[in-house]
């Protein structure tokens, strides 16, 4: 489903955009840390400063409607080199086992920051990818 552009793309892509909506379908959109592993999307938990006393929106939401997307962009004032892929699927909240531990793995290794922080226990978002779209050149 993914083409290597486009797989190519989103590897080298910092940033995504979570896009979820809950039982009433009122959406909520966050930008997060991501790393894609076959058909899968995974999204960690981390340690930055967020509430404590109720679970995550994007997480509350997923528990209501597992069904979300995840947008990587690329913008530049050359409207030439404008790109997007969009991702939809399924997701499910990973507390531990062996898929949480290798993502957890994956996301340490793209992104430094995650290296310090005590991520082991935390919830990860495994997105299910079952459909593809994109648009614009995905050459870097």
């Known amino acids: 489903m993914l083409t290597e552009p486009q797989r ?3 590897g ?3 940033v995504a955009r979570l896009a979820t909506a809950d039982a009433r379908g009122a959406p909520h959109l966050v930008p997060v840390c991501f790393v894609v592993e076959g058909m899968s999307l995974y999204i960690t938990v981390d340690e930055k400063p967020k ?3 109720i679970p995550l929106k994007r ?5 209501e409607n597992p069904a979300v997307a995840v947008t990587v962009d690329r913008w530049d004032e050359d409207w030439s080199r404008l790109a997007w892929v969009m991702l939809r699927g399924k997701a499910e909240i990973l507390a531990g086992g062996a898929e949480h531990v290798q993502a957890q793995t994956l996301l340490r290794a793209k992104y430094p920051q995650y290296r ?3 991520i082991e226990d935390l919830p990860v978002i495994a997105m299910r990818i079952d459909r593809v779209l994109g648009w614009g050149s ?3």
Not at 59 to 63: A, K, P
């Open 138 to 140: 995905m050459e870097d």
């Open 8 to 10: 190519d793309f989103i």
């Open 59 to 63: 997480l509350r939401n997923i528990q």
């Open 12 to 14: 080298r892509a910092r």
């Open 51 to 53: 509430r404590t006393d």
């Open 116 to 118: 310090s922080m005590a």
